[in-house]
T-cell receptor
């Protein structure tokens, strides 16, 4: 199993540009999480999908952020327009069943730098 | 929501000594407590977890203890080795699917 796959691994963009981060969860997992990690705020949950349906997006910072999961094997996190304060490492994680009592497997992350 | 506090924020230990990291949580309904290890530039990975029906769990050199009455749990690493140097995060569930993470502890094992 290849694990959770994220792309790109690194993204450098200018303020105002659109950024799209991609995630392929582990096959068979039905829960998908998007996290943001910064030194100041640590690991923050942005959005949670269960069976491709967004369950909780209360962690999404603002309307510039949006996430989709069109099928069980693909999800995107889009930032438009991007701002320097969006610079962070974005992790996607998946788990087998809903609920926190099941291990979340993290992808390698996308390091985003907005200049 | 669930509030998870983690201490200390940094920990430096001599190789071979033990390291202990403590976390407290606020939601008495929480029943699952994982610990993640994140090496520099890498992803967080689960190293051990404990459920509320047990008070202690061991896996080789790592162990986790849970005190539900006091609402705290701890990670113990014995006979530390250089490869144990990393950031360790505790977590506790909130709303059955969210994991609230502690702020992390940077552990440095001195050779």
């Amino acid at each position: 199993d290849a694990g959770v796959i994220q792309s790109p691994r690194h993204e450098v963009t200018e303020m105002g540009q659109e950024v799209t981060l991609r995630c392929k969860p582990i096959s068979g997992h039905n829960s998908l999480f998007w996290y943001r990690q910064t030194m100041m705020r640590g690991l923050e949950l942005l959005i949670y999908f269960n069976n491709n349906v967004p369950i909780d997006d209360s962690g999404m910072p603002e309307d510039r952020f949006s996430a989709k999961m069109p099928n069980a094997s693909f999800s995107t996190l889009k930032i438009q327009p991007s701002e320097p304060r969006d610079s962070a490492v974005y992790f996607c994680a998946s788990s087998l069943l809903a609920g926190p009592s099941y291990e979340q497997y993290f992808g390698p992350g996308t390091r985003l730098t907005v200049t | 929501g669930e509030n998870v506090e983690q201490h200390p924020s940094t920990l430096s230990v001599q190789e071979g000594d033990s390291a202990v990291i403590k976390c407290t949580y606020s939601d008495s309904a929480s029943n699952y407590f994982p610990w993640y290890k994140q090496e520099l530039g890498k992803r967080p990975q689960l190293i051990i977890d404990i459920r509320s029906n047990v008070g202690e769990k061991k896996d080789q050199r790592i162990a986790v203890t849970l005190n539900k009455t006091a609402k705290h749990f701890s990670l113990h690493i014995t006979e530390t080795q250089p490869e144990d140097s990393a950031v360790y995060f505790c977590a506790a569930p909130f709303r059955d699917y969210k994991l609230s993470f502690g702020a992390g502890t940077t552990v440095t094992v001195r050779a």
